[in-house]
């Protein structure tokens, strides 16, 4: 019989697993990722070709929409007010759409199409976007037996940026459209309503057909639902981030009848709380018509979005069967669905949705959500109380000192948790402070030493130390790291807790990876392997496959959209925001991996070898190893507008103060002076001082979009010859009246190119009181200055309005207010000079340079 000393002896037996072990384990991970998560995301269908339609009638054909977005593209960039976009696009879907009628089950459904021609203006982001006489290309779908007049939208749009032809963003989306039409009309589909498509013909300018057809079209007003497809990219699975908003019913159709599901709350809560820096035609239709839909977008590749690399030749050909089978299905589901005669009987709440990497699609209502992360985050404390209620029974110990050693080691695991969010902060700022962010941009490798490294060092290093110094006293070795992992797990409940007390959708993310731990535990007290040495890692690590193929995909789904993204935004550090997404998913996928290194002998080393990583990821950074971009794979995007500038003293008719030309240059990421020494080293161009931003509307610049404003520091002007200035707009004052002593009228008069911003800053304490315009800017107490951003497509006639400023003193004087506009010619490349052809080719094979002409015109009235 053993004696109670060599009992406790077996209990507190610390024998480890030989340090060569180590690198196997991390293999096993590592393979799961590379063979099963990587090929589950970019798994797609087979393309279906024109002879199996004759086996497969009813089916979507991707060989054909591949066969009609090649003609599309080949008409090239689609520029809103040219004549590719006006007249050719249109042209092109109008004889398409008559191929379709012409093969349609006319019996069976009415078949309307049109042409809208708008104009209008709004408010959108803090700019009024002012649209003249563009069009859509309408196509209404009504079956035969209707009784409803509801109607489903689908949404698309046809024109593109300039120097694009827009086959991904978002050409493909609009043959897609015209397959499904083709295929609905052709076999006999049943429709309970009708299907209205809208091939939108300005949405770069930005959102302006869509606010056209929500706000003006008869059509609309009978629109109940919107399924709106867009591209951040070019082909590849589209994923569903906008959905409702409080229409769970669009959900659970599109939970059952996806073929190919792609969709998670995590990326709807990004999207809606602007961590993308997009926006779609889903918002107009949203805010404008109030209706609900679903929000689809491409995201591979977005290297190539808003870029001349965006053809067709680089998207993926089995996309289009995976969208266009996905977009069938919806439409079919939809179009019959009993809560389209009146969605708003069905507004109530919000969903909970994921798809497990694309396997399968899971969703539930949010009232369900909150009572599985409540009655999970239960389990877990009742679990983790079982436990240490049961060790101190096997070992002997007084619970309470479990329960300090309990506490202890949850003090360890938030220092270790601390340690490595602190390392992971501090490399991301510190890149960005030397000048050296996104090394990851074009060799996403990169993250894993510069992100995942330090956190798991971070993690591991602390709880290594400590029980590397505890071998004669205390708990058994796998006790005390399940203690750990307990003490993780208890640390995601409370922030589990507080994400359902604020009401984040997203609770759901940690919530399974505590249910998951939870039941490895459960399993372990169950079986005893809890009390082994070693037994108790088989249920451990078998219930964390699951958990670390989600986050994992989850982890790949978003470097996929995020990355390239960071390549057109400069405003924010792009390390941060990897960085701590980076550590996020560490926190889920790792805890309960990262303290089994300290089951092998070595620990430390083992886990220092995190660190040295790190490291030696740091000096790559710094070196031509690690720069960020790649020729057509992988560009740094500028913009460069041949610029004649010309400012006056007075009024439209006073003299000229000064007037200059030359190449305005704007990068829009975080690395703004990469080509600085290719541009100015060696060459005749310099960098001209920066004009007084105080004195001068944006700085002299000539803006030409709202996202430019975030970029106007970074920016710079290189003087140059004067371009071509046929296009530059002309201001005339019409009328100047004034109804008291206090108030003054202007009426303008304001012709130029089909793309023109206005600036308007009131000056000497005066206020705009009143504009042609819609008045929400004024309203709503926009900050001066006010930007205007006029567009025309078929009728150049000049832009009329009027302006009504107040002062307090009657006796005021000088200026009322400063006016600027820039005018861009953005699609006529006959009039670019070859003096500015000469600039262009100075910048590297790297750099992605949007280019036209462009002025700036300034008066004080």
Known sequence: MKSKYENMKIIYNRSKIGWYWAPLFVSCWFLLFYLVVIPSFHRMPKLKTLEDELQEPGQFIGERAENTLLRLTKIGPKVVGSAANEQAAVQFLLSEIGDIIGEARLDLYDIEKDVQVASGNYLLWSMVNVYQSIQNVVVKLTPKNATSEAALLINSHFDSVPGSSGAGDAGMMCVIMLEVLRVITKYETPLTYSVVFLFNGAEENPLQGSHAFITQHPWAQNVKAVINLDSAGSGGREILFQSGPDHPWLMKYYGKN?????????????????????????????????????????????????????????????????????????????????????????????????????????????????????????????????????????????????????????????????????????????????????????????????????????????????????????????????????????????????????????????????GFYTLSVLVNMVTKAHKTNFLWLIPHCTCQVLPFLFYTYCCYAFYVVFVPMQGRECNTNPEILMGFFTALMVLLFAPFLVPLFCLFRKSKTIISFFGICTIVFIILAATPIAFPYAEKTAAQRFFAVHTARTFHNGDAASTVSHTDSGYFVLPVDRRPHTVDDILFENTNFTKADRMDCDSELMCGFPIYSSRWLNAVDNSYFVPGPEPNKDYIPTLTILDKTSSSATNIKFDLEISGPSHTSIFILPLNDSKLVDWSFIRDPIDTDVKPPYYVYWSYALDPRPLQFSLEFEHDDPNWSGGTFKIALMGHRIHDDMYVTEDFRQFLATFPPWAHVSSWLGSYNSWQL
């Open 258 to 514: 996806i073929v190919h599901p792609f969709a998670s709350t995590i990326g709807e809560e990004l999207f809606q709380n602007g961590f993308v820096p997009s926006e779609t035609d889903y918002r107009v239709f949203r805010d404008y018509g109030h209706i609900p839909g679903l929000d689809m977008a491409q995201t591979l590749n977005g290297y190539v979005y808003h870029t001349k690399y965006d053809r067709f030749n680089i998207i993926p050909r089995r996309t289009y069967q995976l969208t266009g089978e996905n977009i069938l299905a919806l439409v079919k589901a939809l179009a019959n669905a009993e809560e389209l005669e009146n969605p708003s009987k069905y507004a109530e709440g919000h969903m909970i949705f994921f798809d497990m990497m694309g396997w399968f699609f899971v969703y539930y209502p949010e009232s369900t959500g909150v009572i599985i992360n409540i009655s999970v985050c239960v389990l877990v404390c009742i679990t983790i109380v079982g436990y240490i209620w049961i060790m101190s029974s096997s070992t002997g110990m007084f619970r309470r000192r479990i329960w300090a050693k309990f506490g202890i080691l949850t003090a360890l695991q938030v220092t270790g948790v601390a340690l490595g969010i602190s390392l992971v902060m501090g490399i991301a700022l510190f890149l960005d402070a030397v000048n050296l962010p996104m090394s990851w941009f074009s060799q996403n490798w990169m993250l894993f030493g510069l992100y995942f490294c330090p956190m798991i060092f971070g993690m591991g290093i602390v709880p290594a130390i400590y029980f590397s110094r505890t071998k004669e006293h205390g708990l058994p070795l796998g006790y005390g790291i399940q203690l750990l992992m307990h003490s993780h797990c208890l640390i995601l409940t409370v922030v589990t807790a507080i994400m359902v007390s604020y009401g984040i959708r997203s609770a759901f993310v940690i919530m399974l990876c505590i």
